[in-house]
């Protein structure tokens, strides 16, 4: 890897700036959204959608007038945004009455019977719900795309680790006073559901279950980078005890303390598929982490042992309820085997084209039997769920989407070798010069450049 001499550097065009407000905006939307009983009501999740559309106009704008150059183009994302883009126009496209009235679900034809006037059918069976979810959708890849854009700086991807980190310990901690104090409110409101449970501002503690478990995998990871840090150096192992405890006294105690609120959280929301969940993500991270030179595998092997070892003690403290719900709860005593069994038929309907995405509640009344005693809003698999609402193919898209991007990370992880930006450098550009990397990737600042690369 060369160094573009002095006279030749490539620095960023006068007038452009890579817009820290959009990026902090960001960040202050994402931790912001759970406030509003997890953001579930129609009037919170649309206001999210409207300020994350705002925002991504003004990403848009700066890159159209020049004054910001994109950090990823569509030559790198393309597969991710096509599958996307198919699926949105086809749910879109689930919406219009202008498909074959072959295509329309047959509740229409009965309304038309049943009325003196026609009505415009459609493949949903509640276009509004639709198109609601259509919006919910794209406010994620929103979310998504500003997100990757702001991302790439490593200092960047590191500033959001650690907003997402105490956000989510202070809404753990707001749980837990609320948990201990026997306070069976959600802000200003009284519980209804999930009383002896703590969810925070959630409604649901599955759903806070998973927004702690994401916070702490965060958390681990910034753990994790301040002890590699500290043993970065060779020595004996009782010097790097030293120094991990050291570097955990003076940087990261507070990181100790977020991550022992959120685990402890997770502990009391009772949920056996978010503590699940969050232990295989813990999980998957250590073993990621210790498969590259990232991380030393021995020290991912003891944070792996301290794991164990505090949630071993938490469990013992208050997890009595988890154990006790895995013991004495069979999945053939519950209903949802029945549901899966019910949602499964229903898709052999429409396997093709669905039902209308963000309609299974509507969809699902047709399908129930005497032995399903519940409401079922959802269907307790979001595979099932999607494939009923959107059909196979686009359902298929849809998973492909993540799909394609965990294959991208996994990718990433493995030509990195965990060794940082460096040596990403080295892989991507060979024998290159950092002006000609930074315009095959975009937005590239050459001063943070020479501070960070290795000259070799």
Request: aromatic share 10%; with cysteine; hydrophobic share 55%.
């Amino acid at each position: 890897l060369t160094m573009v001499p002095p006279a030749t550097e490539t620095v960023m065009p006068a007038g452009r700036t890579d817009r820290p407000l959009l990026f902090w905006s960001l960040l202050a939307i994402v931790s912001l959204a759970p406030l509003p009983l997890g953001c579930v009501d129609a009037w919170s999740w649309g206001l999210l959608a409207c300020l994350v559309g705002l925002l991504v106009l003004l990403w848009a704008g700066a890159v159209a007038t020049g004054r910001q150059s994109p950090a990823f183009g569509m030559r790198r994302v393309w597969p991710v945004v096509l599958l996307f883009t198919l699926v949105v126009l086809w749910a879109w496209l689930q919406t219009r009455s202008f498909t074959p009235a072959a295509w329309h679900h047959p509740l229409w034809a009965l309304a038309d019977s049943a009325l003196t006037w026609t009505l415009p059918g459609s493949i949903s069976i509640d276009p509004f719900q639709t198109v609601s979810a259509i919006t919910r959708l794209l406010t994620y890849g929103g979310i998504f795309w500003l997100a990757l854009q702001y991302g790439r700086r490593s200092s960047r991807a590191h500033r959001a680790l650690v907003v997402l980190t105490y956000a989510g310990a202070i809404y753990a901690l707001y749980g837990l006073i609320m948990y201990f104090l026997g306070l069976e409110l959600i802000l200003f409101f009284r519980k209804t559901a999930y009383v002896n449970d703590l969810t925070s501002t959630f409604v649901n503690r599955n759903s806070f279950a998973t927004f702690a478990g994401i916070a702490l995998v965060c958390a681990t990871g910034l753990i994790t980078v301040t002890v590699t840090k500290a043993t970065a150096a060779q020595s004996s192992i009782a010097e790097s005890l030293l120094r991990i405890i050291e570097a955990i006294a003076e940087k990261g105690w507070l990181l100790v303390v977020c991550w022992l609120a959120l685990l402890l959280a997770l502990v009391l929301t009772h949920s056996r598929a978010g503590f699940f969940s969050t232990m295989l993500a813990l999980g998957a991270f250590l073993v990621a982490a210790g498969m590259t030179r990232a991380v030393d595998r021995r020290l991912a092997i003891g944070l792996g042992g301290v794991t164990a070892m505090v949630l071993t003690l938490f469990l013992m403290f208050n997890g009595q309820q988890i154990l006790v719900r895995l013991l004495e709860t069979s999945v053939a005593e519950e209903e949802r085997p029945l549901v899966y069994e019910r949602v499964i038929a229903a898709i052999g309907d429409s396997a093709t084209i669905g039902s209308g995405y963000g309609t299974f509640e509507e969809v699902f009344r047709f399908y129930r039997t005497a032995d399903i005693l519940g409401t079922y809003t959802k269907a307790h698999s979001v595979y099932l769920e999607n494939a009923l609402e959107l059909g196979l193919p686009a359902a298929t898209a849809l998973f492909g989407v993540l799909l394609s991007l965990a294959v991208i990370c996994a990718l990433g992880m493995i030509e990195r070798h965990g060794e940082g930006f460096d040596d990403t450098l080295r892989t991507l550009g060979g024998q290159r010069t950092i002006a000609q990397i930074a315009h095959d990737d975009g937005e590239f600042i050459a001063a943070e450049a020479r501070q960070r690369i290795t000259v070799t």
